[in-house]
């Protein structure tokens, strides 16, 4: 009873020690809050009597912001200050037409707020940003900012995880003198006492060029033609590209290809529709009725290796290389047999070299978009190949070691017609894998990728169409044994991915069910454009097309009439009809033409030759099957 006497006094203390604690601490916290917001309302006076005491120093303060922010974000990109004074004088038209363009943003901006650092803020950040943006892109992987990359916004997560981010004394030191002008302008505190019409007129006139560049040809065309503006069409070319943003400058290379790409963006075909379409299949005289060689389907493997490019096709590398890296690739390809064909990207946007294998149809066909998945028809089903495999009675699977949200594949792949869709997210831990999962380098490993496909198989009752994009040989190439070695990490994990593939292929000749294999790299790898290798080739003239060959094998462990494989060069799309040649696989009208288009136009590719022409029926056939409405065979049917 003593104890809880006790207690029971003590408790009462206690509460009254604790309020006068906080009485206390009020007491102290309420003079520093008024004196702390006195100081604030005195700077606030401070910087409202700045805008009438420094006004002549406010207006030029604004007249030359313009010109600092861009030579900021041009020094920004460029890491040299060298490189922006050298623009001005070999490219003083293309760095004029930068400089206009900035100070109608400008004034846009402060026709709306009319308060000097809001304007100066915004128009701050969106230069630095894009500008920053520019320089660890191309920095990562050889390739310029464009606005259409912004459609990647959402994956910015996976991005970073490619990109070689380095922050250097020069790029803080920009971003030092940026930060010093921004914060001299809110204390000094300029304003413009415009009137209406005047934001009004600023405002129409910011709105009619926004237009005007984007969907206004005669309007863009002239103003280019004013400021000397290379409007070169440079499609999917890396080195047109290059030149491009090199006499442009950044701001005119972003505008210019803003415009390039609405006046290239697809369009419907003039006379497209249901009669028109037939029209073009009515001389296909089908010639094959296909029995998958007396009933036995085999397994399709497509395997596509992430920047898997065989270097030694460049004399100035082929004596560094160690004979041991593609010795195992070279094995798999005498034991079948091997070819060059035509990718359409290089170093990034694997998904146009997925939709040409996904499809059997050209990127070119629909104007060469860096993401075509993004642009297809998604109301309905979609006549991909998985589509005609599950017409067969296959069993369809994707397998892809990454994120499924990543180019939306999660949501846009079923449209594709696989039935199965295996995607394994290291970020989240989410996996649809059902084997062990290992890692080399930065993602998984490609041994992981043959386990699952040899579950896939062992699991299947039906014969398997399979389709794999892996991730081992993404960059970036900074885990080997030498991180500044980024060509020789690179190498190093090639021979592990083909230390695997043998493995792979060995297990494959164990399995009783005839199966067929294709293994082909997207594209060549990205490599950092500061000490990449691509820097010791001469890719003058047709030796830049070297960048768009991929060495591919096409494998079996049945006695599988190879022979049926085309002898010269093709393009990507043109794969999935040798596959089906092979396999002797049943045809329609639709497959039938492309097998003739693949005798007449074995490449089709602006990437490897810009100067190939658009053949109209072929397009056509490409804007049915996946932006039209499928008048075309097809294995589906659209509501």
């Known amino acids: 009873m003593a104890d809880k006497s006790i207690k029971q006094k003590q408790t009462p203390k206690t509460k009254v020690k604790m309020t006068n604690i906080s009485e206390k601490s009020k007491e102290i916290s309420e003079p520093d809050k008024k004196i ?97 943006t520019e320089r660890f892109k191309y920095n990562t992987n050889g390739n310029h900012l464009i606005i259409s990359d912004m459609k990647l916004v959402r994956s910015v997560k996976s991005l970073t995880s490619f990109a070689y981010i380095k922050i250097t004394w020069d790029l803080v030191l920009c971003y030092l003198i940026a930060v010093a002008f921004i914060a001299l302008i809110f204390f000094l505190n300029p304003k413009v006492k415009w009137k209406v019409i005047p934001r009004a007129v600023t405002g129409a006139v910011f709105v009619f060029c ?86 036995q389907k085999p397994n399709v493997i497509v395997i596509m290796s992430e920047s898997f490019a065989d270097f030694r096709v460049f004399d100035e590398l082929k004596d560094d290389i160690d004979g041991n890296v593609y010795k195992k690739f070279d094995e798999a390809c005498e034991a079948g047999e091997s070819r060059k064909i035509i990718t359409p990207t290089f170093a990034s946007w694997t998904v146009r070299a997925e939709f040409e294998l996904m499809f059997g149809l050209p990127v070119k066909g629909l104007n060469d978009p860096n993401m075509p998945q993004r642009d297809l028809n998604k109301n309905h089903d979609l006549p991909a190949m998985a589509q005609y495999y599950n017409s067969w009675g296959y069993n369809t699977a994707y397998v892809h070691p990454f994120q499924s949200t990543f180019y939306g594949r999660k949501n846009t792949y079923p449209l594709f017609g696989f039935k199965n869709l295996l995607f394994h997210d290291d970020d989240t831990g989410e996996s649809d894998f059902t084997v062990d999962v290992g890692h080399y380098g930065t993602y998984v490993e490609d041994a992981t990728i043959y386990n699952q496909l040899l579950d896939l198989l062992k699991n299947s009752d039906e014969p398997m169409y399979i389709h794999t994009t892996t991730m081992q040989n993404h960059q970036p190439y900074n885990l080997g044994e030498d991180p500044d070695d980024e060509f020789g990490n690179y190498l190093q994990w090639i021979q592990h991915s083909n230390d695997a593939l043998e493995v792979f292929l060995k297990q494959l000749e164990d399995i009783e069910e005839p199966t067929l294999v294709f293994f082909v790299g997207d594209h060549f790898p990205s490599l950092r454009n500061e000490t ?108």
Not at 605 to 614: L, R
């Open 36 to 132: 702390k917001f006195q100081k604030l309302v005195k700077f606030n006076q401070k910087r409202a009597e700045n805008t009438e005491k420094f006004a002549k120093q406010n207006i030029t303060l604004l007249i030359i912001f313009p010109l600092f922010i861009l030579s900021m974000a041009e020094i920004i990109q460029s890491k040299s200050v060298l490189h922006y004074f050298d623009m001005w004088g070999h490219h003083f038209g293309p760095m004029l037409f930068g400089l206009a363009i900035t100070y109608l943003i400008f004034a846009f901006f402060m026709a709306i707020f009319r308060t000097g650092w809001i304007a100066v803020l915004i128009e701050s950040f969106i230069f630095l940003a894009l500008s920053t």
């Open 210 to 295: 926004g237009f005007g560049f984007v969907m206004m040809p005669f309007f863009y065309n002239s103003v280019y033609s004013a400021f000397a503006i290379d409007t070169t069409y440079s499609s999917s070319r890396q080195s047109i590209i290059n030149k491009k943003f090199d006499k442009n400058g950044f701001i005119g290379f972003l505008l210019q290809t803003l415009s390039e790409d609405w006046e290239h963006r697809l369009k419907k075909p003039e006379d497209y529709g249901k009669e028109q379409t037939k029209d073009i299949l009515d001389d296909v005289q089908v010639i094959a009725e296909g029995n998958f060689h007396g009933g």
């Open 532 to 639: 990449s290798v691509y820097n010791d080739i001469d890719l003058e003239g047709d030796r830049e097309s070297l960048l768009y060959e991929q060495t591919c094998f096409f494998w079996s462990n049945y006695d599988a009439d190879l022979s049926k494989i085309p002898d010269g060069k093709f393009s990507f799309f043109y794969v999935p009809y040798v596959l089906l040649d092979i396999i002797d696989a049943p045809r329609d009208a639709f497959i039938e033409k492309m097998f003739n288009y693949m005798k007449e136009l074995p490449i089709y590719s602006s990437a490897f030759d810009p100067e190939i022409e658009h053949i109209k029926e072929l397009d056509e056939l490409t804007y049915d099957r996946v932006i039209g409405d499928i008048y075309s065979d097809s294995p589906i049917t659209t509501k």
